[in-house]
């Protein structure tokens, strides 16, 4: 069986093979992380169940993470093949532009920790007015933590771009530290601890992994490159208007999370700690399946635009995109009907209870519907990353996050926090739709200049 899988692998074009070895990387280290993730959060469900200090965590964790997540997310889409191309240049240059990243880096990540902290009492009154007085005191206190996490959360975007650029992909191991060290804080804190221990382990995970990434992204780009608060590196010119219109996208879709975590927070009691298991779940399913070709194919289609050879990158794409739509549809099935086994398997133990995992399972199998249109889109979202098309990019999103903010005033009402998983599903069928339409057509040379 071994030996027709080799010669089917020879068989591939090149380009096929860096995203096929690089895909398989990715989710070996993402099955180790998330292996991980899976032990802390039966430890999690384990010590607090579905309570209030879950209710707590997952509402800090989600609508703390916002901001710095979402620039993250917008940078790190122009970043890749901005810094693809700048390797290729001369490499003072390119190591001034690393230095002047990190400064960068640095201070808005600070601005964004100085921001949450002071800010977050009027988030509360906002966002959490759902929430009961219990759960509103637990998340003051969490934000203690979680806003100093803000800061290393952008430097790790950072070092995992570098990273990524290099086609190398360890940051995908790293991305499981934070996990680790809630775990361990989790089963080492004595009884009455609260939740002092999820407050520590996520600071001390963030940190952890910022630093040990940028100590692998410094080796792998192998060029001296001195911090400094200062834009004279010729790359800006372009990177900085790229990175503005991503980010006019990337802010509407970054609304998803906190959306779903406030109208969660008005279906009652305990609705955020089940929507938070649900989607904890998902998140393994999607890192196994399309994000770790998402992370692979970024710098290979980047590299091949680069090249002058966008018919190939795009032809590339969409043989991809095909093939994760029906692995996505695949998941659902067996997914469905694994759901309640799963959800018992992991979380059902302590304070975890049978009725618990039926309300997480039942949430669960809707939320998995996103998960073809979530696979087959991501490779798209790629091709026309590397295409730079950020213009068409930052429409979809805005026009995804209409859907799913006005499908969540429809089916919440109706469905409870399953409607929420529903509208998720049906913003992705959208996103997939128009990425496919886009992708599909060669693009204009107008659109090229």
Known sequence: MIAPLKRRLAGLHADHRRIALGAARVAFFLLMGKAVGAVKEMAVAYRYGVSDAVDAYQFTLTIANWLP????????VVLIPALVRSRQGEPALHGRFLGELQAWTWALGAAVAVLLGLAWPM?????????????RDMSLLLILGFAPAAFFTLWTGLGAARLRARERHINTLLDSVPALAILVCVLAAPAGAGILPLLWGTLLGYAIQAVWQDVLARRA??????????????????????????????????????IDQYTAAQLGANANATLGYAARLLSLMIGLGAASVGRAALPVLADIQARGDAAHARAM????????????????????????????LLFERGAFTAQDTAAVAHVLRWGMLQLPFYFGVLILVQLLASQNRYGWMAAIAVLNFGLKAWMNTVLAPAMGTAGIMLATALMYALSYACYLGLAWRARPERESA
């Open 69 to 76: 997540v979402t620039l993250v997310g917008a940078c790190s």
């Open 123 to 135: 988030v509360l009154d906002v966002a959490g007015q759902g929430l009961s007085p219990t759960v």
């Open 221 to 258: 780009d192998r060029v001296p490159a001195r911090p400094r608060l200062s834009r004279r590196a010729p790359q800006w010119s372009s990177l900085a208007a790229a990175a503005g219109i991503m980010l006019v996208g990337q802010l509407a879709m970054s609304f998803v999370g906190p």
């Open 317 to 344: 794409a969409l043989k991809w995109s095909f093939a994760l739509l029906g692995i996505g549809a695949v998941a659902v099935l067996v997914g469905w009907w694994l759901a309640p086994w799963l959800v018992s």
